[in-house]
């Protein structure tokens, strides 16, 4: 089951090769009530122009829980749901600092989540 959530982009892996024969990225992506979001696999160089987003822009997109992966950040995208909201944002090294300092790390052990 789908579900729709707005996020910024905040880190996009480079593209690797994928069992399938399609190159994939991880993305990271905080939402607009401060979560964490792991976008996998996203077939960044395969989505059409409109689709392809930068760092730091908001994005909206369909997400699903990843069934195969237990970290709680996980989620699958349905690729044509990618709807870019804005121009990249540009950050002063100091607002960066101070805006991270709003976001709480999740910290993970082999048994499951600690905090």
Not at 84 to 91: D, G, V
Request: one cysteine or more; glycine letters at 2%.
């Amino acid at each position: 089951m789908f579900e729709k959530k707005r996020a910024l982009i905040v880190v996009r892996t480079y593209p690797t090769p994928a069992k399938q024969g399609i190159e994939v990225s991880c993305t990271a992506a905080i939402t607009d009530k401060g979560e964490w979001l792991r976008l996998f696999p996203i077939p960044y160089r395969f989505l059409t122009a409109d689709r392809q987003f930068r760092k730091y822009q908001w994005i909206e997109v369909e997400v699903s829980k990843a069934s195969r992966d237990a970290r709680v950040e996980s989620y699958k995208i349905e690729n044509n749901s990618i709807k870019i909201l804005s121009e990249p944002i540009i950050i002063a090294q100091a607002d960066a600092r101070s805006a991270a300092a709003n976001f709480k790390p999740t910290h993970y052990r082999r048994s499951g989540m600690l905090d």
